[in-house]
C-alpha cells in the first residue's frame, strides 16, 4: 500500500492550496480516508475525515473553510483548504486503512508542507 500526498506549497493568508491522496494497493473508496497535520512542536492533530459512505467531519479549526472529498475513478481523497491561515502551517498527511490503536488508520503518506505566509 503506498499513500502519495501532494498539493502542499507556500500560500499567502487568504489563499487556497488543494492537496491530494493518491493510493495504490488500498481502494480508498471502501475505506475512511483521515487528513492529519502536524505544526512544529504540536501534536498531530485530525482535520478532515471522510467514511466510505461519504460522511465528512472537521476539526473545529476547519470548519467552513476546508473540504474533504474523494474521486473514486482517480482513487484519491482530496482536501481543498481556502481561507488559508498562518496557524494552518503544518505537514498535512493523509491516513487510511484498518483500524489502528490510536484511533487512526494504519497507513499514512509522506506529508505534504502547507506554509501560510505573507
Known amino acids: 500500500v503506498q499513500l502519495q500526498a501532494s498539493g502542499g506549497g507556500l500560500v499567502q493568508p487568504g489563499g487556497s492550496l488543494r492537496l491530494s491522496c493518491s493510493a495504490s494497493?488500498?481502494?480508498?473508496?471502501?475505506?475512511?480516508v483521515g487528513w492529519y497535520r502536524q505544526a512544529p512542536g504540536k501534536q498531530r492533530e485530525l482535520v478532515a475525515h471522510?467514511?466510505?459512505?461519504?460522511?465528512?467531519t472537521y476539526a473545529d479549526s476547519a470548519k467552513g473553510r476546508f473540504t474533504i472529498s474523494r474521486d473514486n475513478a482517480k482513487n484519491t481523497v482530496y482536501l481543498q483548504m481556502n481561507s488559508l491561515k498562518p496557524e494552518d502551517t503544518a505537514v498535512y498527511y493523509c491516513?487510511?486503512?484498518?483500524?489502528?490503536?490510536?484511533?487512526?488508520?494504519?497507513?499514512w503518506g509522506q506529508g505534504t508542507l502547507v506554509t501560510v505566509s505573507s
Open positions: 491516513n487510511t486503512g484498518r483500524a489502528a490503536r490510536d484511533g487512526s488508520y494504519y497507513y
Open positions: 494497493g488500498i481502494i480508498l473508496s471502501i475505506n475512511g
Open positions: 471522510i467514511t466510505s459512505g461519504g460522511s465528512t
